[in-house]
């Protein structure tokens, strides 16, 4: 068997609203309820189980989602529409900016929680998608 990510976990200061905020950027669904858990499935099959802890407990995390163009038009609209702050880069330095890194483009914006959200529709540094 290959090994693939199945899983992984996202501290939330709600795990609701983050579920919430990142399906309806990227155009998933909200799983439902399990324990503690929240989870918002990928396309791969990876699920993002966000679950609620105290805000200070919370260290910022990055999570990027390769996308199609389609998708990517679709989801920077969204973010465009609920007035998020978007960065052409990582570190924050160029604000209202999206990149054309590796020939495709990508966007970052902060989710309720602050953790860095990316959406890119090209890996980075040639790798396959």
Do not use: C
């Not at 399906?23 to 609620?52: K, M, Q, R, Y």
């Amino acid at each position: 068997m290959s090994v693939e990510l199945n899983h992984t976990i996202i501290h939330a200061r709600d795990n609701q609203e983050s579920a919430e905020f990142l399906a309806d950027i990227l155009g998933l669904e909200v799983g439902t309820e399990w324990g503690p858990f929240v989870p918002v499935a990928t396309a791969n099959g990876v699920t993002l189980d966000f679950a609620t802890i105290p805000e200070a407990s919370i260290v910022m995390q990055h999570y990027a989602f390769l996308v199609s163009e389609p998708e990517f038009d679709r989801a920077y609209v969204r973010i465009k529409d609920l007035g998020l702050t978007y960065y052409a880069d990582p570190h924050r330095k160029h604000p209202g900016e999206i990149n054309h890194n590796d020939g495709g483009r990508g966007v970052y914006f902060l989710d309720p929680a602050g953790h860095a959200m990316e959406i890119i529709t090209r890996p980075y540094g040639g790798f396959p998608s």
